[in-house]
């Protein structure tokens, strides 16, 4: 069974960065069958993906077209974790963000439990 | 303004058979797979069907998915009171992004 594990603050001021982390366990953050990706939802933006990491014989990473630029996800091997940096941030980042495991081929088949994060001063 | 289509609610009374539509393009639908995602209320969405019409394991036979060129369609036979929730398709998209639907809100008469 995989569980995912999410963590970070919950409010973040305008124009600085938004910064959480998502804790594998039951695989790999390195596992070559999988991608790992970021989620969140609004009431008025709805779900949107914000991109994916996944190693195959390297790491790659892939963004989503509003939001690139302004995001990285970084996998951290030692941690078993991988996390989302999104700078710059507004009002209009205010979110439930997740985190989730697997290829949109497959279906995002594990979610971690939702952050919410406010961005206000 | 979410790039698929889905209308906003959707009712059905005990044991009835519902279907939600999800209407797409040729850069998404059109030539990739749908998934369907299930969220009760407070909860993290739950993948309900992938690759169009597949179930993962564990989700009842009750809910099945169909695709027709750029539209896909979930279906909920045999209808609880516990399939009372948001539903969700999604699919990837020529810009490399993966999209979604704005939800249809399911309600159990």
């Known amino acids: 069974q995989v569980l995912l594990q999410q963590s970070g603050p919950g409010r973040v001021k305008p124009s600085q960065t938004l910064s959480l982390t998502c804790a594998i366990s039951?695989?790999?953050?390195?596992?070559?069958?999988?991608?790992w990706n970021w989620i969140r939802q609004s009431p008025s933006r709805g779900l949107e993906w914000l991109g994916r990491?996944?190693?195959?014989?390297?790491?790659?990473?892939d963004y989503a077209v509003p939001v690139q630029g302004r995001i990285i996800i970084n996998p951290d091997t030692s941690k078993n974790q991988f996390s989302l940096q999104l700078n710059s941030v507004t009002p209009e980042d205010t979110a439930v963000y997740y985190c989730?495991?697997?290829?949109?081929?497959?279906?995002?088949?594990?979610w971690g439990q939702g952050t919410l994060v406010t961005v206000s001063s | 303004q979410s790039v698929l289509t889905q209308p906003p609610s959707a009712s059905g009374t005990p044991g009835q058979r519902v279907t939600i539509s999800c209407s797409g393009s040729?850069?998404?639908?059109?030539?990739?797979?749908v998934n369907w995602y299930q969220q009760l209320p407070g909860t993290a969405p739950k993948l309900l069907i992938y690759?169009?019409?597949q179930r993962p394991s564990g989700v009842p036979d009750r809910f099945s998915g169909s695709k027709s060129g750029s539209s896909a369609s979930l279906a909920i036979s045999g209808l609880q009171s516990a399939d009372e929730a948001d539903y969700y398709c999604?699919?990837?998209?020529?810009?490399?992004?993966?999209?979604f639907g704005g939800g249809t809100k399911l309600t159990v008469l």
């Open positions: 989730a495991r697997g290829f949109h081929s497959s279906g995002w088949s594990d």
């Open positions: 039951g695989d790999s953050v390195s596992s070559a069958s999988t991608a």
């Open positions: 990491t996944y190693y195959n014989s390297k790491w790659n990473f």
């Open positions: 040729s850069s998404n639908i059109g030539k990739r797979t």
């Open positions: 690759s169009d019409n």
């Open positions: 999604a699919a990837w998209d020529d810009s490399l992004n993966g999209v």
